[in-house]
């Protein structure tokens, strides 16, 4: 059947399975946009195109689906670099279609040109330029191949506005394969073996586990290794929910602001079992000092992983899918109960805690993030931004079920949580969704408020209000002698002299969030002091409209414990929060 | 940079022969500060197929880790370090050297020794072709130099592995007739 190249990417785009795309039109997407008018796929209408591309993403991580996220050529393009880079670095399989000036002008800096697939191509794992409609069908199928299949990870494609308008026959393809693209899915057996050999001689192992773990959906097979092997857990950022927050295995999060055991027993060890992880600096401090007593295994599907950071002894390149399954059949049934009694005593000795000193005026956030992790049960899908706030979240907010923490990881990008909340609560409109956010980080996406409005998502987001940026500001307490630069909300150039901050209580906050919360027509909610976080939880769970709470926050408050950057992990600060 | 493991790699990648895939490559050498010595393209036995040779300085373990990127890229099919296989390089190199009739005939003894050729004579001037590896190919420049050199140009090293080594597909290429993009 002939059709226009617009009405093959929709077609492709609907057999793709594709319900929902997030995105804005612009001049060169318009037929494009007229073929989806008629659509059954739902398109959200979002603020500003990283918005989409950060719903696209987050809508993938709540889902285990592709993404999908669209914008104009240009200036619509270069908005979704921050998302796509985002998504690259915490491996989200999203698509992102950009439409280009005509073929016949590309290059003549035309109105709003940009070489988007120049731009886009070390944010993105593969990208495409559509030059002939012929290829469309071919180009699509592809791209949901390689994002979604090996790493994953997102894939651009531009479409110039007169491939979208001219007539081709459509052919669609069944079967699509790429010869130089073949992801080694299977574990080599030879290597598993081996994996399992250490396991079965280790006397203190452990299971280090990331995002791989939650992207691959291997949290249960991961938990009966665990429990088979008798090895505490302990997951990383990315890979909170890997396994539940109750389990008896469970240790904690592990890394720069983790907990006091986990960093311990990543140092005393005597294997390491990494399982979809990337041995970030954040999570192994000081490499040459990282885990020196350890035999380490590490799994996973990109190569270009193992052995990047620290030197393994065994690795195992493959899917988690095909190698945790066949690893847990190869272990054999152990006990570690001193090891593991061990690991308690030093939980003891410096549990996750925070001091109970709540300035007049202000609240702890890990006690409202607590809170909110008893009301739950850890059940809740959080999101969050980038900063004190997330930390805070990843220490107090473990999560029950994968898929069920939404964070940037990798590359840390502020105001990734809210429009994330949007498109994690689209994909999972049954679940309660929570942003945890700081005011720095929303502010930069909290336009995308007038979205979740429109398209009648309820969204809980929960500011904590410090007035200033806080990671930074503790940075440069820290390490920079307190001479805070261009951190301070209140304060003309964000500049502060210690001992003669801005008063939070004397100077308006702007914006104001009340008010800014009534403007989009939902609650705004305000909490001062401890014993009203619970009433506005309550209050947040039972209302209709989304939900604005801005807790307030002392400036001074820290993330503890600590490790500095680039110190070994036995160096962690473990002044208490 | 410092001068730490530093070896020189000639690193072979067979790629679809498509827009974008020299643009990709580079960035992958240039986003870790290395700096392409020489870089040569061209179609292989299989016109849907390029080949591409690149040398390097870089540190071995650096130089591993980029080639795990290489292979991960989506349009390369192969890549190869030939820093420890026996292989062959060449390198083909046009000078442009001063020459009067004076000394022409000392220039000519010179290309012999080379297995050079002069391909092209002007009143004042000699274009000179000569194809080598590397050390060849300095030691031609050198005895040039004092000649006078206007202008050189080369292709950049090209290499293939001797013997049953082989950087090729695996697999026939099927001719599907698909348009390359």
């Not at chain 1, 999560?399 to 689209?426: E, Q, V």
């Not at chain 1, 904590?464 to 909300?489: E, H, I, K």
Request: net charge positive; with cysteine.
């Amino acid at each position: 059947m002939e059709m226009t190249g617009a009405q093959i990417i929709v077609e492709c785009l609907k057999r793709e399975g594709v319900k929902i795309i997030f995105g804005i039109p612009g001049g060169v997407t318009l037929p494009m946009f007229d073929v989806l008018y008629d659509s059954p796929i739902r398109f959200v209408l979002t603020k500003h195109e990283q918005g989409a591309t950060h719903m696209a993403d987050a809508y993938a991580r709540a889902s285990g689906r592709v993404g999908v996220c669209t914008a104009t050529s240009g200036p619509g393009a270069t908005n979704l670099v921050t998302g796509l880079a985002t998504a690259y670095m915490d491996s989200s399989p999203i698509i992102a279609i950009t439409s280009q000036v005509r073929s016949d002008v590309i290059g003549s800096d035309a109105f709003q040109e940009a070489d988007a697939t120049g731009i886009m191509r070390p944010v993105t794992k593969h990208n495409y330029l559509v030059k002939d409609p012929r290829d469309l069908v071919r180009v699509i199928r592809e791209a949901f191949l390689i994002a979604s299949t090996g790493r994953p990870g997102p894939v651009h494609i531009d479409i110039p506005v007169d491939i979208q308008r001219a007539k081709t026959e459509f052919k669609w393809i069944e079967n699509i394969s790429i010869r130089s693209y073949r992801p080694k899915l299977e574990g080599h057996p030879l290597q598993i073996k081996k994996a399992a050999d250490l396991i079965a001689s280790a006397q203190r192992p452990l299971l280090y586990a990331g995002g791989g773990v939650i992207g691959s959906d291997t949290a249960e097979v991961l938990r009966k290794l665990a429990e088979k092997a008798d090895m505490p857990v302990a997951t990383t950022l990315m890979g909170n929910g890997a396994i539940p927050f109750d389990h008896p295995l469970y240790i904690g999060m592990l890394g720069m602001h983790g907990k006091y055991v986990c960093n311990k027993a990543i140092q005393s060890c005597d294997l390491l079992v990494a399982c979809g992880v990337r041995f970030d600096d954040r999570v192994t401090g000081k490499l040459s000092a990282f885990s020196p007593h350890s035999k380490k295994i590490h799994i996973d599907i990109d190569p270009s992983s193992i052995g990047k950071n620290v030197m393994t002894d065994v690795p195992v390149v493959g899917d988690l899918r095909n190698v945790l399954p066949r690893l847990l059949e190869a272990v054999q049934k152990k006990s570690h109960p001193e090891w593991k009694k061990q690991l308690k005593q030093l939980d003891q000795q410096h549990p996750m805690a925070y001091k109970d000193d709540d300035k007049k005026g202000y609240v702890k956030p890990q006690y409202v993030i607590d809170k909110l992790h008893q009301m739950t049960k850890g059940e809740a899908l959080v999101t969050t931004g980038v900063g004190q706030h997330q930390m805070w979240a990843m220490q107090w907010y473990a999560a029950k079920r994968p898929r069920h923490f939404i964070t940037s990881g990798g590359l840390g990008t502020m105001g990734y949580g809210f429009p994330a909340a949007i498109g994690a609560k689209m994909a999972r409109p049954e679940d309660t969704v929570v942003c945890i956010d700081g005011d720095g980080s929303f502010q930069m996406m909290m336009t995308e408020m007038a979205t979740a409005v429109r398209e009648n998502v309820k969204i809980i987001v929960i500011v904590f209000n410090n007035c200033v940026l806080g990671m930074v500001r503790q940075w440069q307490d820290l390490f920079y002698n307190q001479r805070f630069a261009a951190t301070y909300q209140l304060a003309p150039g964000g500049r502060a002299v210690k001992g003669a901050e801005p008063d939070p209580k004397k100077t308006p906050y702007v914006p104001d969030f009340m008010k800014w919360a009534e403007a989009y027509g939902i609650l705004g909610i305000r909490v001062n002091s401890r014993n009203q976080v619970e009433s506005a939880l309550k209050q947040a769970f039972k209302s209709d409209k989304s939900v604005l709470i801005e807790v307030s926050v002392h400036q001074s408050e820290k993330v503890m414990p600590m490790v500095p950057a680039g110190a070994s992990l036995d160096e962690i600060i473990l002044d208490m929060a | 940079m410092a001068e730490k493991n530093e070896f020189r790699h000639t690193i072979s990648c067979l790629v679809e022969n498509r827009a974008g895939v020299l643009a990709r490559i580079a960035a992958l050498f240039s986003a870790r500060g290395f700096n392409i010595n020489s870089l040569a393209v061209g179609e292989t036995e299989n016109a849907e197929v390029s080949r591409m040779t690149i040398v390097v300085q870089g540190d071995d373990r650096v130089l591993e880790q980029v080639e795990k990127q290489l292979n991960k890229l989506i349009d390369v099919i192969k890549v190869s370090d030939y820093k420890n296989t026996p292989h062959l390089e060449r390198d083909l190199v046009l000078v442009k050297v001063t020459a009067t009739a004076q000394n022409r005939a000392e220039l000519i003894q010179i290309c012999d020794v080379f297995r050079a050729k002069i391909v092209d004579v002007a009143h004042e001037s000699v274009i000179i072709e000569a194809t080598g590896d590397e050390e060849k190919i300095q030691a031609l420049r050198d005895l040039l130099e004092p000649f006078g050199i206007r202008e050189m140009c080369r292709t950049g090293i090209v290499a293939l592995a001797r013997g049953a080594k082989e950087l090729t597909l695996s697999e026939p290429v099927k001719k599907t007739g698909q348009k390359k993009s």
